[in-house]
């Protein structure tokens, strides 16, 4: 078993996680503290967890794309 976490420092960091945890596979638990998201997961093959890991960091940084978006018109 490949146990992996990842720390992500994001500026919408609360909204990042809130928003990836409905798509969390059974194996993985996300938190977020203090403009961190920690995602801790586990799989049994190494091409698993790169498919996941590129899975979510592309999703993470869609969301801290748009949360940055909606910040910046809404200063306007």
């Known amino acids: 078993m490949i146990h992996t976490k990842l720390i992500l420092s994001l500026e919408c960091a609360q909204i ?3 928003s990836l945890e409905p798509d969390n596979l059974s194996s993985m638990q ?5 403009k961190k998201v920690i995602v801790q ?3 049994n093959r190494i091409g698993t967890v790169l498919s996941t890991i590129d899975d ?8 801290e794309d748009l949360c940055s978006i909606t910040k910046t018109k809404t200063k306007k």
Not at 56 to 63: D, E, H, P, Q, S
């Open 16 to 18: 990042v996680q809130r």
């Open 30 to 34: 996300t938190s977020e503290n203090s």
């Open 41 to 43: 997961f586990e799989a």
């Open 56 to 63: 979510y960091l592309m999703n993470a940084k869609i969301a």
